[in-house]
């Protein structure tokens, strides 16, 4: 048995015996939305404007017990979607979950990430969450995804970064002396955990960490296990993440949370700082920011394979003559008050709201300014906050 196989067959028995997300399955649609699993919203996001086409393939590419499967269902009214993963009594669960949903558009396979030629044809959009570094070779397992893309198609990752999870990382060594040869007993090393948590002084660095970050999720063992008892886990910083990101073959397209990536907010108060970071790579000042502010227990990001198209609506016949859409990602619309894509709130000015009001995906930009008043650099404003989707002619 290869080396690779010993990791997949203790991974799948982690989730065998820990299903994971945890979610409870619902006899409806699951509440809200995560916008990075909506199509509309993330190809928006990636290229400044609406996709031309809502009928994709859509890969769920280690979808666990079905959590985001089923939203990738609901989000995404005219995709075909399909998830794999290894533990197979985790997929049951994911059949279970999107089938009382009614989230019929799936199917699933067990299936290795490393098997994935095995699937028929190519997908639109690729959604990898928390899978990759829980294999041994990660290269591996992007470059095999990475062949399942279309051309012009987006590829959501995340991956677990060493900075934000330094405390899990020693918490984890921790259980595994311990458990000694019992080590993959993953129950045990469930009961070690919580034995050691309430053991130690409440003043410990390991238990502050938790009761500040990931307690209250942490009180179901099956986060608990997932985050602690894993038997394989890679984490990364900047410059390892760049690295399997170049291997991939595809192009970086950008961090779906730029707001944390922002140097001005850490060095701003001294321009002589912000000159100096001037002459850094785009790269190393990704760096800089991380070491400057090392919360970042995770990256999360997209990928695309070229040509991926963006808008430019500089020009302002090019803005004038596109159709607005309301992004579907925003909660509260219509009123002045609506949470956006990432459920932070937006006040909207009567301006902004009457605007949005307009924008019935068939007016262009230049009508529906006929009739409100408002202008195209708050029109600007509303693309920029994710807040509208454009259409170009």
């Given at each position: ?113 490393f098997d994935v030629e095995q699937l028929p044809g190519e997908f639109d959009l690729i959604n990898c969450v928390g899978v990759l570094h ?260």
């Amino acid at each position: 048995m290869s080396d690779t196989q010993k990791v997949s067959e203790k991974v799948a028995k982690l989730y065998d015996t820990y299903p994971f997300p945890p979610e409870p399955i619902l006899d409806e649609a699951p509440p809200g939305y995560n916008w990075r699993w909506n199509w509309l919203a993330a190809y928006n996001f990636c290229t400044g404007m609406k996709p031309q086409k809502r009928d994709i393939r859509i890969l769920d590419a280690g979808c666990g017990s079905g959590v985001g499967t089923e939203y990738l269902v609901h989000l995404n009214t005219e995709a075909q979607v399909v998830g794999i993963d290894l533990s197979a009594g985790t997929l049951e669960i994911a059949r279970e979950r999107c089938q009382r949903s009614g989230a019929n558009r799936v199917e699933f396979h067990q299936l290795s990430l490393f098997d994935v030629e095995q699937l028929p044809g190519e997908f639109d959009l690729i959604n990898c969450v928390g899978v990759l570094h829980h294999t041994d070779d990660p290269i591996r397992g992007i470059q095999a995804l990475a062949k399942k893309l279309a051309p012009g198609g987006l590829f959501h990752i995340f991956v677990y970064g060493e900075l934000g999870r330094w405390e899990i990382q020693l918490m984890q060594r921790a259980v595994a002396l311990l458990q000694g040869d019992k080590r993959g007993d993953y129950k045990d090393g469930v009961k070690v955990g919580r034995q050691i948590f309430a053991s130690l002084p409440e003043n410990n660095r390991i238990v502050k960490r938790d009761k500040e970050r990931w307690s209250l999720e942490n009180h179901r063992d099956e986060n608990f296990a997932d985050m602690y008892v894993h038997p394989q886990e890679i984490d990364y910083n900047i410059d390892t993440l760049f690295e399997l990101i170049d291997a991939s073959g595809l192009e970086f397209v950008g961090f779906s949370n730029p707001g944390f990536w922002d140097l001005q907010a850490l060095l701003g108060k001294s321009p002589e700082l912000m000159e100096r970071a001037e002459s850094l790579t785009e790269r190393q000042r990704y760096r800089l920011i991380e070491l400057l502010n090392p919360e970042t227990s995770h990256y999360e990001f997209f990928l695309a394979r070229p040509p991926l198209n963006k808008a430019n609506w500089s020009s302002n016949s090019t803005l004038l003559s596109a159709i607005p859409e309301v992004s579907p990602c925003i909660d509260g619309f219509p009123s002045q008050t609506i949470f956006n894509y990432d459920y932070k709130i937006v006040n909207l000015s009567n301006a902004e709201l009457a605007f949005m009001q307009a924008c019935d995906s068939s007016k262009t930009v230049d009508e529906i300014l006929k009739s409100v008043d408002f202008n195209l650099d708050g029109v600007r404003r509303l693309i920029e906050q994710q807040l509208i989707m454009m259409a170009p002619m």
